[in-house]
């Protein structure tokens, strides 16, 4: 079989010439971090295409966005043109759709009770046609369900503005895309249509890490009444005791501290359920230092708890926490004319990529929250009903570094002014309030509209304590932050179950 490789991608080896670089969030130049680690270039689908019509039958990358290795594929097959930018996006949103795998047949769907077969679930089928409209499916008698609400929140996971979604081949527009269900078909299937294009950026996105220190997270099960203030309790008796053992040796402090106790609803901050604490809840701790010496003491500091401390404290579920490096992400823009992308086919190399001259946009996201357009509804029914996000409304959640996102998509068409209405960015921004570090510059949280799905999406800036492996919450990806909305109440509605039914 003929195989070809794409290097390009990994910029350490300019590394030493970047004094300055410009954040991919803001454009704002500052000095490349101490102690970078890595830095990717995240390349698009040409030079995939490049290598399957040279005959290649497997495509090796590097760093290259997701919805490429569908994409280059289809630039191959159809020989689009690559100025042909609503097909580009097109062929962009197919990959975004399967690119995550079950999550669009039915994985982590809003309404779980409803797919069945998780032990036996299919990954999607996109059948694509040359126009750029394609259709959704899975493979038959598989499990999993294809459904408007299934796909639909796969298609608001992980972006930010749906009219700028910023890929490297193509700047798309997925605001107007309709998802429409195929009925009779097993397990089911939608056809998708309405993807919009516009030229790309001259700048790559890259993933670059920088090392920040150490961490270790404990984790112990604790059982029996009052479990929740022993577990409290043990955590910071352990902190004391590490911190006033630092002193003696000359250990700094903690840099950052995060104690949870999982079953308490301590990510749900005041809008917790009232009632009376479990007793049965899970201790997470979890530490971070500039000395990898001073966290290897606190991992053996946990252990005396079990006899010291409080009863119930089964267990520290691996063993002993694991001292492991802190590898923080930052995301700059690198001149797409200064990346050399090189191709191999079967171990020789047999040319370079050239990046074509394009119009520089701005790729730094908007600030503008665009709740207030023309067409937010302002003068509609009011009722004595309150509804839950949940009975109107689907939810996906997913991260961008310390950035995450929320779609939330109307369950019926007529929901959807309401959502607009009353799931505004300040009410979001007022529910997540307690996760969310204040910085005093751009807004905390933006809202966008998709009308195409009857859709919403929020982001929450420095909402993820760093985001990613950066991160010592339980959820440094924000994957349930979704879930948590669905609790957030609307009152004052009209009747709107009896308005669809």
Known sequence: MKVAVVTGDDLMAQKDLLTEVRMADSGIAQPLPKGT???????????????????AEIVVTGRCVDSAVVLGPLLHTFGWEQSNYDLLAAGSLAGHLVECGA???????????????????????????????????????????????TVTEQLVYEIGDPTRYLLPDVTCDFSRVTITEIPGVDGGAVRVEGAKGTPPSSDYKVCATYMDGFRATAVCPVGGP???????????????????MFR????????????????????????AANGKGPREVVLWMAV???????????????????????????????????????????????????????????????????????????????????EEAEDTPRDLPSGLHSYRVGELAYTRSGDKGDTANIGVIARHPLYYPYL???????????????????????????????????????????????????????DPQGKAYGQMLLDYEIKGLPDLKSLVD
């Open 37 to 55: 680690h890595s830095m990717n270039a995240y390349l698009g689908a040409q030079p995939i295409r490049r290598c399957l019509d040279l005959g």
């Open 103 to 149: 999550q669009s047949t039915g994985g982590i769907f809003t309404d779980w009770h409803t797919v069945p077969d998780w032990d036996n679930m299919g990954f999607p089928v996109a059948e694509c046609r040359g126009d750029g409209t394609f259709v959704l499916s899975k493979p038959p008698h598989t499990g999993g369900l294809v459904s408007f609400g």
């Open 226 to 244: 009052r479990a929740a203030e022993k577990a409290r309790r043990t955590a910071e008796s352990i902190v004391k005791r590490t911190r006033t």
């Open 248 to 271: 003696q040796l000359g250990f700094a402090d903690y840099t950052s501290v995060n104690v949870q106790v999982l079953g308490t609803e301590d990510t749900y901050g005041p809008h």
């Open 288 to 370: 971070q230092h500039q000395q990898k010496r001073a966290l290897e003491l606190f991992s053996r500091e946990v252990a005396p708890a079990g006899t010291g401390m409080a009863p119930g404290l089964t267990a520290i579920v691996g063993g002993r926490p694991r001292v492991s490096p802190v590898l923080r992400p930052f995301f700059i823009l690198y001149p797409k004319s200064e990346l050399k992308v090189d191709i191999y086919l079967d171990g020789e190399f047999v040319g370079e990529m050239k990046h074509d001259d394009v119009s520089r946009q701005d790729v730094c996201a908007s600030p503008a929250d665009v």
């Open 420 to 474: 607009k209405k009353f799931l505004t960015a300040g009410a979001v921004e007022q529910y997540f309030r307690h996760l969310i570090k204040q910085d005093g510059g751009a807004p905390p949280v933006v809202r966008y509209e998709l009308p195409g799905i009857h859709g919403l999406n929020f982001l929450l800036r420095n909402s993820l304590g760093g985001g990613g492996v950066a991160s010592l919450r339980s």
